[in-house]
């Protein structure tokens, strides 16, 4: 089978990037597989891609003059409307000259749903026959009124598969679609890590892992760490990742006085060995499409809390069995960037428990270890390769 998956940076660091190179590397055991990145934002790519599998880049934004221009002023709009029609006319040609390619294709997907309703139109323009297969990397309740109303229109007449990641977004997708017939599907993201299964609890550092920015919350994680370490003032905080809040962050730990305790640390492509030198993984997200970085964690035997983001924690963290979930007083009003300071106070006060309970961390990471019997890469690919075969597309 000949299948390509389109998606927006796939050099990027990220979940959903991860999730694309492992299922491009394992359904290219007996496929072939192509990859069209809309973005270019890396020299290499983040995580490690067959080298039979060919990246096509439709754009090259790593030398954009407006992210030299520090102040917002007329020069700094005049660059980007001047880069935003480069952007646009390059980005349609490449796209058109790959239209030969995605005719001869079988299956085509769609990493994210807006790099899906980007391309949309052509795909029906240009009658592209393949199985559309469109993953939710978010959900329902993060896309605006325009897309979702772009969704709506366009997937009911195209989309044969969509693959959510939980039975709440299963839910809400069905109602958002109503008497539409796409053929919603439940499958996990496979992990994309070799587990080792330890974690030093005698380290007392505190670990969460992500992008930089507001949907991650890790200003309320630093927040919740200035509690604790008036109660606990030997153990660490550390932030792996990168982005456009790194700044923020810092400026935070300063506002906290928690220079040298709370730390920014930049992102690491060794996840396996940050998990096994540290003791609790926090996630205080407020929204995930699917928490990859949670489950790795677990994975590695590591004791976890994580806020009830939206949306499917709790098919991932079972409260107070594998880890503990700190349930929000509005996740609504969360999710929209307001936090209440029993938020705050109840995320501090379930990981002094857990600083404070050394028993009960390592009772939660051996449990935790157990989510790998339901995320394993090839159990993940065997439900792929049989949603494929029931599309009829096997040559």
Partial sequence: ????????????????????????????????????????????????????????????????????????NIKYYYCRIFEKIKEYSCIKLKFKKNLPKLKKADIIIFGRVFIAIDFMKAIIKNNINAQIIVRDAIHLKFYNNKVKRKMYQLFPK???????????????????????????????????IEPI???????????????????????????AFSKIHIMH?????KIYGDGEYKDILRKKIEQMNLNGDAIIETSTKNVVKTFNESSIFVMPSRYEGYANVLVEAMACGMPCVSYNWLM?????????????????????KYFNGEVYDEDVENLANRINYMIEN??????????AKKIIETRKADMIIDKWIKLIQKGGIIR
Avoid at 165 to 180: L, Q, R, T, V
Avoid at 358 to 367: A, I
């Fill in 358 to 367: 050394e028993d009960v961390c390592k009772k939660m990471g051996e449990e």
């Fill in 233 to 237: 003032d030997d153990w660490k905080l």
């Fill in 1 to 72: 089978m000949h299948i390509i998956i389109i998606d927006e940076s796939v050099d990027k660091m990220g979940g959903v990037e991860r999730t694309i190179c492992t299922l491009a590397n394992k359904l290219n055991e007996n496929n072939t597989v192509e990859i069209i990145s809309k973005y270019k934002s890396r020299n290499n790519t983040f995580y490690k891609y067959n080298n039979d599998i060919k990246i096509d880049y439709l754009y090259d934004n790593r030398q954009q003059k407006s992210k030299k221009i520090k102040n917002k």
């Fill in 158 to 192: 195209t989309v044969n598969d969509f693959i959510v990641s939980s039975d709440e977004s299963i839910k809400a997708y069905n109602e958002f679609f109503k008497d539409s017939k796409i053929n919603m599907v439940k499958i996990y993201n496979p992990i994309g």
């Fill in 197 to 223: 299964q330890k974690f030093n609890f005698k380290q007392k550092t505190i670990i969460s892992i992500g992008r930089f920015d507001s949907q991650k919350g890790f200003e309320v994680l630093i927040e």
């Fill in 312 to 332: 499917g924690v709790e098919e991932i963290i079972e409260d107070n069995k594998n880890g503990f979930i700190v349930k929000l007083k509005d996740r609504e």
